[in-house]
């Protein structure tokens, strides 16, 4: 038996799909970007003409996208402790990694914060102006 869920703060999926999904004990979360909810803002983008990206702060979407994937677990009866394994999609592999990497460990490194296991990857582009999306499973009881 599976449960979907969706969370009513973080940002909106952009897709017909839910924030997360439950199966035993494992809980998948469909990719999450740094997106604001009820609003099409990207924290530390910076859009021209057509929707180009001028520029983009990659510590800004770190700290969003943390904070959104939190939101997804919580209302989904998990917690940020809960994170068994990560996969990152960064569009700038050459100029965000070092920065996303100095930042994860405000996350996820310490004897109170979960060190899951990680895989980074380097993408063409992802369906919204953002810079990084994240891919979690947690492990819940």
Request: hydrophobic share 45%; with cysteine.
């Amino acid at each position: 038996m599976d449960q979907s869920f969706e969370s009513k703060r973080a940002a909106e999926p952009v897709g017909a799909f839910p924030h997360a999904k439950r199966v035993g004990n494992l809980l998948f979360l469909s990719g999450i970007g740094p997106r604001v909810r009820g609003s099409k803002e990207i924290p530390g983008v910076i859009l021209g003409e057509g929707g180009r990206v001028i520029s983009h702060d990659i510590e800004a979407q770190c700290h969003a996208v943390f904070e959104n994937v939190r939101l997804v677990l919580e209302d989904a009866g998990a917690s940020w402790n809960d994170i068994v394994d990560v996969t990152v999609f960064l569009t700038d592999m050459k100029n965000d990694f070092a920065v996303f990497n100095r930042i994860y460990p405000e996350y996820f490194a310490g004897p109170e914060k979960p060190n899951p296991t990680r895989t980074t990857v380097e993408v063409g582009a992802l369906p919204t102006p953002i810079a990084i999306e994240l891919k979690v499973i947690a492990a819940i009881k």
